[in-house]
């Protein structure tokens, strides 16, 4: 008889698990806090408008086909490439920079800010080329059995790459431009990982590399929620079972075996193994009540940044706002430094805003746009606060109108806002956090929570917060890494 996974959670970690489980033979049942599928790559409906409420693009592509070709499907969905990249607006600016991946292209925004533009930037992309391809197969893709494990590993990555994990990202950038605009501008992917130029190591500069030359930033036709939707409807047709609206808030178990996960209205799923997509950190604290993961100790590790989400329906179609924008100010420095530690609201945020309405017009109604805009803001520990989110909210909005000369307060059909209150609250985000623990150098590889149980042999992790780290792609990059480890420890006889 085919073996049973109980998969705690159905984010993008838990739902590429279970299409691999299920190709292998596993059978598979899935338990969800929320009233549907996705996590955080989550939708909201609302009075017309569709919205993507999290992840609006991606990186390395490649990785969706692997996780198809390796479940035997046809990839059943159609990515679009951004081509421009994205637009960068700063407040000292009238017109935007247009984000290209050709480099002459690229120049010809920067203009004479900054000479020698192409030179600079392919000599900064080289490194970064070779670290993203020196680390590939070396880090990012494989398990660690232990500590000596990763460090052996880390050994075989060429020294020429040391110097890069003692500096951080805006010193590397200073290394090769001189304008502050273009320093800014490629140090936003610091962002992407949840954290500051300041406190990046300068290795993710690779992150530029995978935008700039690799593979690009996609999203998907009819919008991101259909990852969740395609992937949901397979699990269906092989039969695997799904409960929502379902907490689990204790484990049963002997001393090295787990036997069930059980669920807040006290029903019990039992398995022979377990996958836990909930944060691998706090589940092992919350429910496992292991030492090192209390709630003390969790604060003292280095989370990401929460997330100050806004969902707005338009009545009117906005010239001036293309699919992916950034909204910036002239303080970055400032801004950048004081964002993770404080209890008080930006006066002039920073923000994202995505509107999937330009290439998915049945996203919003005719005529309409939906606009969704993310603002990094500190998480729990730093601003337990959030009843002055709708002033924020207002502040973002008025400030956003004015930058592209539209009325969206007069011209709102609807708007939605989530602080890190409610992230917290709809996926179990430690905190608020929105992309989980940091990537800082003590929090990756050896170091980040391992994908495999210290107690129970049956119970493994996949998700952002175990390796390799947070992100779409990487995410499913996971689910590949804690595959491996359950086919070789408990394969399907
Ligand atoms: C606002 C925002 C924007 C983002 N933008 C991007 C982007 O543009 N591109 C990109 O690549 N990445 C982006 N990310 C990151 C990306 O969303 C995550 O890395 C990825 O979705 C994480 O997937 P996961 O499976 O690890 O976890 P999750 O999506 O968090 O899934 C975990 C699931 O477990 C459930 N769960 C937790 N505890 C329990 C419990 N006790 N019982 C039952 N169920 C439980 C949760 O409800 C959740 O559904 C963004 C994230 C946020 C928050």
């Known amino acids: 008889m085919s073996k049973k996974a109980v998969i705690l959670g159905t984010g993008l970690g838990g739902l590429a698990t279970a299409l691999r489980l299920t190709t292998k033979g596993y059978q598979v ?4 806090k929320h009233h549907q599928p996705g996590g955080r790559l989550n939708q909201l409906k609302k009075d017309g408008f569709t919205f993507d409420i999290g992840p609006s693009f991606f990186s390395m592509s490649y990785e969706f086909k692997e996780l198809f070709d390796y479940c035997g499907i046809a990839n059943p969905l159609a990515f679009n490439e951004l081509n421009p990249l994205y637009a960068v607006y700063f407040s000292h600016r009238d017109k935007p920079y247009y984000i290209h991946k050709n480099l002459e292209e ?13 030179k600079k930037a392919q000599g900064y992309l080289k490194n970064a080329k070779e670290i993203f391809h020196d680390t590939e197969y070396r880090i990012v893709k494989r398990n660690f059995d232990s500590k000596l494990d990763y460090f052996m590993a880390l050994a075989s990555v060429p020294l020429k790459h040391g110097p890069a994990l003692f500096r951080n990202m805006w010193q590397e950038l200073g290394r090769h431009f001189s304008h502050q605009d273009t320093k800014v501008i490629f140090s936003l992917v610091a962002f992407f990982l949840g954290a500051t130029p300041f406190d990046t190591p300068a290795v993710y500069s690779l992150l530029n590399y995978t935008e700039l030359q690799h593979d690009g930033y996609w999203n998907v036709k009819g919008g991101m929620y259909k990852i969740v939707d395609e992937i949901v409807a397979i699990l269906k047709q092989r039969g695997v079972t799904f409960h929502f609206n379902t907490e689990i808030v204790s484990i049963k178990g002997t001393n ?15 398995g022979d193994l377990f996958i836990c997509n909930a944060d691998a950190a706090s589940f092992r604290g919350k429910l496992l009540g292991r030492r090192s993961y209390q709630e003390p100790k969790l604060d003292k590790m280095d989370w990401t940044l929460g997330p100050f989400t806004i969902y707005l329906g338009v009545k009117g179609k906005i010239d001036d706002l293309h699919h992916h924008n950034y909204f910036l100010g002239s303080n ?4 950048a430094s004081n964002i993770f530690k404080t209890s008080v609201n930006p006066e002039k945020p920073y923000y994202y805003v995505n509107v999937s309405s330009k290439s998915n017009p049945e996203c919003a109604p005719e005529g309409c746009e939906n606009i969704f805009i993310l603002c990094p803001v500190p998480d729990l520990r730093y601003k337990p606060d959030w009843s002055d989110s709708e002033a924020l909210a207002d502040n973002i909005i008025e400030d956003l109108g004015n930058r592209i000369n539209f009325d969206l307060k007069g011209n709102t059909l609807t708007r939605t806002i989530y602080s890190p209150v409610e992230w917290e609250k709809m996926f179990n985000l430690y905190k608020g956090s929105g992309l989980g623990l940091a990537h800082g150098l003590n929090q990756v590889g050896g170091f980040r929570p391992s ?4 107690g129970f042999d049956n119970l493994y992790y996949v998700g952002a917060s175990t390796i390799p780290g947070t992100g779409l792609p990487i995410v499913v990059i996971s689910s590949k ?10 394969p399907n006889n």
């Open 29 to 32: 049942e899935m338990v969800e």
């Open 106 to 118: 690229l120049a010809k925004e920067f203009g004479m800010n900054e000479p020698d533009f192409v």
């Open 256 to 270: 090295s075996a787990m036997e069930g996960l059980v669920a807040a209205d006290g029903r019990v799923f039992k």
């Open 332 to 335: 970055f420095n400032e801004y």
């Open 451 to 454: 994908n495999k149980d210290e």
């Open 481 to 490: 890494l804690a595959m491996e480890r359950i086919l070789l420890e408990h």
